[in-house]
């Protein structure tokens, strides 16, 4: 079983920063990627960054240049520092990690959502 712990969310005023966390714990073989979505109220979930094992970045066009994704790969965490917050930016944001859990075992996990708000 693998759980991913989300923490750092909160209120954040327009223009402001936040960074959010989140780590990977339990049966783990491997990490391929790790990053982070989000869901504002009424919308679909997408995409925000993700970064792979190799050191490959994907970004969404809307947080391109405000936003940078990172991971310890020791930890088994990854980080999303937020800056230049939107009110836009308002959403559940949601861990995501793709994880072999034996050489031949692999699934994709999620963790809770930890909620980011911009208001001034």
Same mark, same amino acid.
């Given at each position: 079983q693998v759980q991913l712990v989300e923490s750092g969310g909160g209120l954040g005023e327009p223009g402001?920063?936040?960074r959010l966390s989140c780590a990977a714990s339990g049966s783990i073989f491997?990490?391929?990627a790790m990053g982070w979505y989000? *869901?504002?109220p009424g919308k679909q979930r997408e995409l925000v960054a993700t970064v792979n094992s190799?050191?490959?970045y994907n970004y969404a066009d809307s947080v391109k240049g405000r936003v940078t994704v990172s991971r310890d790969n020791a930890k088994n965490t990854v980080y999303? *520092?937020?800056?230049?917050l939107k009110p836009k930016d308002t959403a559940v944001y949601y861990c995501n990690a793709y994880i072999y859990t034996t050489p031949l075992s692999h699934d994709v996990y999620w963790g809770q959502g930890t909620q980011v708000t911009v208001s001034s």
């Open positions: 402001g920063s936040l491997r990490v391929i989000r *869901q504002a190799g050191g490959a999303l *520092q937020m800056n230049s």
